[in-house]
Structures are given as C-alpha cells and as structure tokens.
C-alpha cells in the first residue's frame, strides 16, 4: 500500500485546512487508517483515526471538536478537516494504514503497517 497526503499549507490562527491522503495499491485489506503530526523535537503524535468498514471514528483530545476525520472508500482516500487552527497544531502531518483487524492500540504508530510522505501545515499567530 502507498500513501500520498496533500493539502497542507501556510494558514493563520483560526482558519480551516483539509488534507488529504489517498492510498494506492492492495487497498482491498485496509481495516484502519489514521493521522498523526510531528512538530520539531517532537514525537509523532496521534491525531485521529478511522476504521475503513463502518466509519467508527476516535479522536486526540487536542483536536476534539475541531477536526473531522473521514473517508471515501470508493476513492480510497482519507481526510482530515481541521478548523479552528492554533498555532500549536503547527507540525508535519502523516497518514497512516493498517491492515491487520488484531491489533487495538491504534493510537500508537507501532500499529501501522503503511505511512505517507508527511504534509506540512504551518498556522501563524
């Protein structure tokens, strides 16, 4: 499986993104897919993640609230609508899949079997 995300950019405090992550490949046997965010000196952090059949959602409480985690399985293609953006949601956005219906610590990067490039979304004060 390969992943592309996309949609990052340079916004100010307050405003809205929405990224984007399309898989290609053997994505006939994606169970869930998630996003995680990196900022400099960080660890990569959970964000939000989405199971493939059925759309059963869970969300950082960082973010609760103000990001939508969503897919389109014909498209076979993840989002994520950020709103409300701070300046501490500054970082390098990943997504993410896994292919195994075992495993339950999706919170944790060592679940996932695939990982995008990483877009990066800069929020200014």
């Known amino acids: 499986v390969q992943l592309q995300a996309s949609g990052g950019g340079l916004v100010q405090t307050g405003d809205s993104l929405r990224l984007s992550c399309e898989a290609s490949?053997?994505?006939?046997?994606?169970?869930?897919m998630g996003w995680f965010r990196q900022a400099p000196g960080k660890e990569r952090e959970f964000i939000s993640a989405i199971r493939w059949s059925g759309g059963a959602t869970d969300y950082a409480d960082s973010v609760k609230g103000r990001f939508t985690i969503s897919r389109d399985t014909a498209k076979n293609s993840m989002y994520l609508q950020m709103n409300s953006l701070k300046p501490e949601d500054t970082a390098a956005y990943y997504c993410?899949?896994?292919?195994?219906?075992?495993?339950?610590?999706?919170?944790?990067?060592?679940?996932?079997?695939?990982w995008g490039q990483g877009t990066q979304v800069t929020v200014s004060s």
């Open positions: 993410a899949a896994n292919q195994s219906p075992y495993r339950s610590t999706w919170r944790q990067t060592a679940y996932y079997d695939y």
């Open positions: 490949g053997r994505t006939f046997n994606i169970f869930r």
